[in-house]
């Protein structure tokens, strides 16, 4: 039983790795289950469902990697998400968590099923008789994945075991843990073999080149800043996000609120993003993120149920907004009707907190499962580019034109609100130190991407993570060690191979 376990933990089970819900969306097909690899992979088709399977391995119900554990470590850990939920999530919000907890736990084996998943697409496709250039775009789109997973998983607990082959035998899953250094040339060669083999402009739901770029200029700002940081990353992050600007597949939309919800998915300014939909996939990808996030109490949708909501923003977070920025009315329900009909600020609210909903809900829904379970968690979309490339070029050199003309195409888009009317604010920046400039862009980062996934990798990159928390609660028990997370207990029994971050 221990052995089938330690297979098991890093995904390695074949059969579980082809048993997925396709995502009918984009891809009509479903992968066949429970066929032995070595009669499996003979022909395009079958190239196609193991494709399935990898872009599955970032979700393929509500409470998987994408769906939720990530999201419950990057929102609790961060200023962003508060809970008076379950005590898993408490402990997340508090900083009391251990190597034990449960989300931890759960985000390292779905980041490993992924990519053995992956790793099976990698492996298998390149001796099935098929048309070389689908062959390859395939395989640029499962090291795309993996790339992504990959990077995911540096930033979250540092060196981790490097598992670049198909796991199919007991002994392949003890594996140490390789130095950072290793695991981002891994990440930054798996992207740009993605970005040579993937289309501009690809189907819905599937990786692009816009996506690959993106994700690469993310991880050199990243590494900039990190163990393995290298002298050339900063430029590498502002020439990549140059050329995906530069892309006419893409480009910012007029209104912020267009580009979140169902109606708005996989638009011109989203680069990459993970579908939840519960109307096509009852039993599948569907998204808990906008029912999670509702204003508990609050009636915003016919069919509504009272008992919706639980995450809520904290209001450390909520402060940073203006309340003259649009972004806070396209982001929170700050107000509302209760269900006996009682107007409530959201201080009266049952919850007394603001809530995070209306990036994850369609507002044009009435029924129960389209408004709240069919959400997308967008990966990455052009207004971050536009912003790590300030970051980076005021990294570089200081705050000059091209900076500043990045951040305040930011600035003006939210400025310009619906397009019917306008705003004074934000008004443009200028005249500002690299330190002014370098805090300006964190803030801009954090008022223009709220919960969606990147604040606590932004205060964890710029070492800001401890004081911000601090500064909500200074009896927080937060240090330096919560740079990182713990590496699972579980795991370090499975896999006596494996050591544990510093403190933990």
């Not at 499996?40 to 970032?58: F, M, R, T, V």
């Not at 990243?222 to 430029?235: F, H, I, K, L, N």
């Not at 008992?307 to 923003?313: H, W």
């Not at 705050?399 to 003006?412: D, F, K, Q």
Request: with cysteine.
């Amino acid at each position: 039983m221990n052995k089938y376990i330690k297979i098991a933990v890093y995904g390695c089970l074949i059969a579980a790795s082809l048993g997925f819900v396709s995502c009918k969306k984009f891809l009509e097909e479903k992968p066949k289950s429970f066929l032995s690899p070595q009669n499996y992979y003979k022909n395009q088709s079958d190239a196609l469902a193991a494709l399935i399977g990898a872009y599955d391995g970032l979700g393929d119900n509500s409470s998987t990697f994408l769906a939720r554990p990530l999201q419950y470590l990057t929102w609790y850990c961060s200023d962003e998400a508060y809970t008076t939920g379950a005590a898993n999530e408490k402990q997340l919000n508090n900083y009391s968590f251990t190597a034990d907890q449960t989300y931890i736990l759960s985000t390292w084996k779905q980041m490993y099923d992924a990519i053995n998943r992956d790793n099976i697409v990698i492996d298998r496709i390149p001796d099935i008789p098929m048309d070389d250039s689908i062959k390859q775009e395939y395989i640029g789109e499962a090291k795309f994945l993996r790339g992504l997973e990959y990077f995911y998983g540096v930033r979250l607990w540092g060196a981790l075991p490097l598992m670049t082959k198909e796991v199919s035998s007991v002994d392949e899953a003890y594996v140490a843990r390789s130095p950072v250094s290793d695991i981002y040339k891994l990440i930054i060669s798996d992207l740009e073999f993605a970005a040579e083999h993937l289309p501009a402009k690809s189907q819905d739901g599937r990786a692009s080149k816009g996506a690959a770029l993106g994700i690469l200029a993310k991880v050199y700002l990243t590494r900039a800043s990190s163990e393995a940081a290298d002298p050339g990353d900063y430029q590498k992050c502002a020439d990549l996000c140059e050329e995906v600007i530069s892309m006419p597949e893409h480009h910012l939309m007029a209104d912020y609120q267009k580009v979140f919800g169902p109606p708005n998915e996989f638009n011109a300014e989203s680069l990459f993003e993970w579908q939840g939909d519960r109307i096509l996939s009852p039993l599948g990808e569907h998204s808990i993120l906008g029912s999670f996030t509702m204003p508990k109490g609050i009636k915003l949708f016919p069919n509504q149920s009272a008992s919706d909501g639980g995450i809520v923003c904290t209001v450390a977070y909520f402060d940073l907004y203006n309340a003259d920025d649009y972004r806070r009315e396209s982001t929170f329900v700050s107000e509302g009707v209760d269900f006996s009909g009682k107007h409530l600020t959201w201080q009266q609210f049952p919850t007394p907190f603001p809530a995070p909903c209306w990036k994850y809900v369609d507002r044009t829904a009435t029924d129960r499962a389209a408004f709240e379970f069919c959400g997308n968690f967008i990966v990455l979309r052009l207004a971050d580019v536009y912003l790590m490339r300030a970051e980076a070029l005021n990294e570089i050199d200081g705050p000059g034109p091209e900076a500043y003309s990045m951040i305040n195409a930011i600035r003006a888009r939210a400025r310009n609100r619906d397009g019917s009317s306008s705003s004074s604010y934000p008004g443009d920046l200028a005249g500002l130190t690299q330190d002014q400039f370098r805090d300006s862009v964190l803030h801009e980062r954090a008022v223009e991407l709220g919960f969606e996934g990147k604040r606590w990798f932004d205060l964890v990159r710029t070492k800001r993570l401890v004081q911000t928390i601090k500064a909500i609660n200074p009896d927080y028990p937060v240090s330096d060690k919560n740079l990182l997370f713990p590496v699972p207990r579980q795991e370090m029994i499975l896999n006596d191979q494996l050591t544990q971050n510093p403190g933990w």
